[in-house]
């Protein structure tokens, strides 16, 4: 079925940016919201950003003021321009879609790598 592909990840000293981008391998219909979520070693998945069809946007408080989430919905595509980046910053960081209606679904990318170096 749909893939979501993520890429842009790197290793980046303290202070600097990535962007990380991802995108449908085919056209996703219906969807409600995109996101970016994280993973740290040892640690939970959390949820970094996510952006809703409305355009509303909300962020875990580690990131507010680093990172901004933006879509472009022709493409079904989110994007996560970090700044600033800190250590702990380091993780797995994975794109997700989540579609409407009663047959719901959430689409999940396999990750991309993030290090950030002291």
């Known amino acids: 079925q749909v893939r979501l592909v993520e890429s842009g990840g790197g290793l980046v000293q303290a202070g600097g940016s990535l962007r990380l981008s991802c995108a449908a391998s085919r056209t996703i219909f219906s969807i409600n919201a995109m996101g970016w979520y994280r993973q740290a070693p040892g640690k939970q998945r959390e949820l970094v950003a996510i952006t809703t069809n409305g355009g509303s946007t909300n962020y875990a408080d580690s990131v507010k003021g680093r990172f901004t989430i933006s879509r472009d919905n022709d493409k079904d595509a989110v994007y996560l321009q970090m700044n600033s980046l800190k250590p702990e910053d380091t993780a797995v960081y994975y794109c997700?879609?989540?579609?409407?209606?009663?047959?719901?679904?959430?689409?999940w990318g396999q990750g991309t790598q993030v290090t950030v170096s002291s």
């Open positions: 997700m879609a989540k579609t409407n209606g009663v047959s719901s679904r959430t689409y």
